[in-house]
């Protein structure tokens, strides 16, 4: 028998904004929710190569992010976008998946981790090429970035070419920034994945989410990798699957174990 064909619908989230979300039905109760990078799409080649590939290890969840593709609002870099990520998770957990799993790139890595850590919900969590930290502009392509998210004429470029639309306000307040939210994580298992030839971020990033994360939380520094969907391998993802499916397992034993020591 073929495949459940995906279904796409739109959600809405507390504060008004329609979300575009794909589903791709698994056969575990583990529900894997790809979250994307700046600019992109869960219909793009790169994100959709993602979504694929998680679902060996379960039903797949994906969307995009308010101002980007076929979702309204504008994009708040990371802000608001962590209402985006809840009501999906909640729809998954409609569904009927018992445990959920989020695996984030890039801007979509920080909206994890700033989820997992100040709201809750997630049964592990994957940052893949995200900031540690906020206002970065050590790299070209950060510099790039804060052009298209600072100035007009970026913003309208942006919006015309990538179908992006940025909201033209500053943060305020500044949003809590990755690592301080990764610190609010455990129990919940963490995993951190960081390309030694990242364009956009150094290592520093993943190692200070990393330094300030609590246990259990793991790092990989993968050799040779980029930035995000389009950089990583077929077998990265797999790994990263892998992952999640052992850590949710394990997390259940964990939650097993203390409720007989109780």
Do not use: C
Not at 79 to 87: G, N, T, W
Not at 98 to 119: D, P, T
Not at 244 to 259: I, N
Request: glycine letters at 12%; hydrophobic letters at 45%; proline letters at 6%.
């Amino acid at each position: 028998m073929s495949s459940p064909v995906p279904q796409a619908r739109t959600l809405i989230t507390d504060d008004g904004v329609p979300i575009d979300v794909v589903h791709l039905h698994g056969d575990e109760d583990l529900a894997i929710v790809v979250a994307h990078g700046f600019t992109l799409s869960w219909q793009r080649p790169s994100v959709w190569r993602v979504i694929s590939r998680m679902r060996r290890f379960g039903g797949v969840l994906s969307f995009d992010f308010r101002g980007h593709g076929r979702s309204g609002g504008a994009s708040t870099l990371g802000d608001r976008e962590i209402k985006d990520l809840a009501v999906v998770v909640a729809h998954a957990r409609e569904l009927g998946y018992a445990r959920v799993a989020l695996v984030g790139f890039s801007m979509g890595a920080s909206v994890v981790l700033r989820f997992a850590g100040l709201i809750g919900g997630a049964d592990a969590v994957v940052s893949v090429s995200g900031p540690g930290w906020w206002y970065y502009r050590g790299t070209k392509p950060m510099r790039r970035v804060h052009f298209a998210v600072e100035r007009r004429l970026g913003r309208l470029v942006t919006r015309k070419l990538l179908n992006t639309r940025i909201h033209g306000g500053r943060w305020d307040p500044v949003p809590v920034p990755p690592a301080e939210a990764a610190a609010r994580i455990s129990p919940v298992p963490l995993l951190i994945v960081h390309g030694d030839q990242d364009g956009y971020f150094p290592v520093e990033h993943a190692q200070q989410i990393y330094a300030a994360a609590r246990e259990p939380k793991d790092l990989w520094v993968i050799p040779g990798f980029g930035h995000a969907e389009a950089a990583a391998s077929n077998a990265l993802l797999d790994r990263i699957g892998g992952w999640a499916q052992r850590a949710v397992t394990a997390a259940d034993g964990a939650r097993a174990a203390g409720q007989l020591l109780g």
